[in-house]
Nanobody, 127 residues
């Protein structure tokens, strides 16, 4: 089972960019579908983006479409979230998640399907 550690969060001005990274331990990273979720204070967890095991397929939430891009490097056991044109409402704790998945092309968007979660990284967007 992999363990996940997010990094790259911080304070950024509206309109700016950040890239989050999620490093996974273990040698079976390519067996996992991966996803990013976020939770703002007082709000429910929200799906941000997901990528299949073989990075052939991706999906993103409506609120980040066209601004955020998920990618992965299986050789480096890392999944990334490139966030551009950041808005105040993107402020949240961002979590990456992993799910062992037999279907190499499946994208998992439901947080309840994920087995493994990182500790989260804070992103604050200021005006």
């Amino acid at each position: 089972q992999v363990q996940l550690v997010e990094s790259g969060g911080g304070l950024v001005q509206a309109g700016g960019s950040l890239r989050l990274s999620c490093a996974a331990s273990g040698r079976t990273f390519s067996s996992y579908a991966m996803g990013w979720f976020r939770q703002a204070p007082g709000k429910e967890r929200e799906f941000v983006a997901a990528i299949s095991r073989t990075f052939a397929n991706t999906a993103s939430g409506d609120s980040v479409k066209g601004r955020f891009t998920i990618s992965r490097n299986n050789a480096k056991n890392t999944v990334y979230l490139q966030m551009n044109s950041l808005k105040l409402e993107d402020t949240a704790v961002y979590y990456c998640a992993a799910k062992p998945e037999l279907n190499s092309g499946r994208v998992v968007t439901d947080g309840y399907e994920y087995d493994i979660w990182g500790q989260g990284t804070h992103v604050t967007v200021s005006s």
